[in-house]
C-alpha cells in the first residue's frame, strides 16, 4: 500500500492540472473577456 500512494499523488496532481488547462477553462475565460469588452463598447 506504501508504493501505491506516491503513484495516486503523481496520478491526481496530472489529472487535476490537465482539468485546469482545458479549453472548458479557456472558453470561459472568453466569455468572461468578450462581456467586459461589451461593456467598455457600451459606455462610449
Excluded: F, H, W
Amino acid at each position: 500500500m506504501k508504493k501505491r500512494t506516491p503513484a495516486l499523488v503523481l496520478l491526481s496532481l496530472l489529472t487535476l492540472s490537465l482539468l485546469g488547462g482545458c479549453n472548458t477553462m479557456r472558453g470561459a475565460g472568453q466569455d468572461i473577456e468578450a462581456g467586459g469588452e461589451a461593456i467598455q463598447r457600451s459606455t462610449y
